[in-house]
Structures are given as C-alpha cells and as structure tokens.
T-cell receptor, first 111, second 111 residues
Framework: SQTIHQWPATLVQPVGSPLSLECTVEGTSNPNLYWYRQAAGRGLQLLFYSVGIGQISSEVPQNLSASRPQDRQFILSSKKLLLSDSGFYLC??????????FGPGTRLTVT | GENVEQHPSTLSVQEGDSAVIKCTYSDSASNYFPWYKQELGKGPQLIIDIRSNVGEKKDQRIAVTLNKTAKHFSLHITETQPEDSAVYFCAAVSSASKIIFGSGTRLSIRP
C-alpha cells in the first residue's frame, strides 16, 4: 500500500533562517506530488505541484521553492523565512483523476 | 481561474441532528468530487467521494449529492455525534493535475 511521510513534524525557526521540509512517498511510482500550506483556521493553499522529477509548477509567488530530486521525494525550501511563512504544511500525492492522499503535516512556527 | 466555493464556513448543530455543507464549482471539466475531514493537528482524511456519472452516494451516516448541471455538490451527515466535530473540505478534480479545494467548514456538535 502507498504511504506518505513528512518530516519534521514540528519546527520552530527564527525569521531569516533557511527551511527544508521533506516528503517521501512509498508504494507508488511517478506520482503527482503537491505542497499545501494551511494557515491557522484557514483552508488549503496549493503552493507547488510536480508531475515528475525536476518538474515543478508554482501556484503562488513567494519566498518558498520546491524541488523533486527523486521520483518519490519532494522538498520544500526557503533561503530566508518570514513571519508569514508560519503555518501547517501538507504534502500530498494523487493518482490522475482520483483522490488526494495527505501526509501527516509539518507545523512551522517562525519567531 | 477555477474555484470551489464552500458554505457555511462554520456550522453548529445539536447532537443527533443533521448537518449539510454545500459546495459550488466553476470548472465544468471537473469529474471527481472528494470530501475530506480534518481533525486538529492532522492532515485531511478522505471520508466520501463521488464521480460525475453518479448523482448520490451514501456510506452509513454520510451521503454526498451532486447536481452536475448546476455545478453543486453537498455533504450530508445524519445523526451527528461528537466525533463528527472537525473541519470539512470539499474539492473538485478535473483530468488536469490540480485539485481545487473549498475553503472549509468548521463543524461543531453540541452535546
């Protein structure tokens, strides 16, 4: 069966520090992968999606970036965090035309 | 661009009563409509879904209806219980790589 992992589960970082969140998927190949952000009490905002290695589409301009160095690995990064980057970050994968499978999420607090 | 509108944003019902959440989508190419339940601090989990060739689907206390002509779909929860309290998201999926989420409904069940 397919499994999706995210780490770390929680992270507290100072403003201006770098960020690296990792997501890996098991039990599938060539998945569509997604990064979402959810601010407190808000809905899901799609940040990036990838349909293959090295293929990244950005939905919202910001100081975040994403990379897909391997088929089942998706990384969310920032060179300098802002206070507004705080939130709950969710990685997901989805077979074409089907449901989304979400990871457990990373709660990021920028201080 | 494509969007999904979800109402209400908050809903409080007496335990045992029914709850209804409604969504409207704009992309006529959407053909799959999942509903997710998100509990505090966790990633969204699929609770029910419906495809465009079906008008209604039921799973125990949960049902979803779809009116493709009007581009409306709804979630119905009957005999609500305290464990139904959570945030619920609707979504619309087309043959493209993106899934569009509604803004979420915070459902509270009063004992």
């Amino acid at each position: 069966s397919q499994t999706i992992h995210q780490w770390p589960a929680t992270l507290v970082q100072p403003v201006g520090s770098p960020l690296s969140l990792e997501c890996t998927v098991e039990g599938t190949s060539n998945p569509n992968l997604y990064w979402y952000r959810q601010a407190a009490g808000r809905g899901l905002q799609l940040l990036f999606y990838s349909v293959g290695i090295g293929q990244i589409s950005s939905e919202v301009p910001q100081n975040l970036s994403a990379s897909r160095p391997q088929d089942r690995q998706f990384i969310l990064s920032s060179k300098k965090l802002l206070l507004s980057d705080s939130g709950f970050y969710l990685c997901a994968w989805r077979p074409p035309g089907s449901r989304e499978y979400f990871g457990p999420g990373t709660r990021l607090t920028v201080t | 661009g494509e969007n999904v509108e979800q109402h209400p944003s908050t809903l409080s019902v007496q335990e045992g009563d029914s709850a209804v959440i409604k969504c409207t989508y704009s992309d006529s190419a959407s053909n799959y409509f999942p509903w997710y339940k998100q509990e505090l601090g966790k990633g969204p989990q699929l609770i029910i879904d419906i495809r465009s060739n079906v008008g209604e689907k039921k799973d125990q206390r949960i049902a979803v209806t779809l009116n493709k002509t009007a581009k409306h779909f709804s979630l119905h929860i009957t005999e609500t219980q305290p464990e139904d309290s959570a945030v619920y998201f609707c979504a619309a999926v087309s043959s493209a790589s993106k899934i569009i989420f509604g803004s979420g409904t915070r459902l509270s069940i009063r004992p």
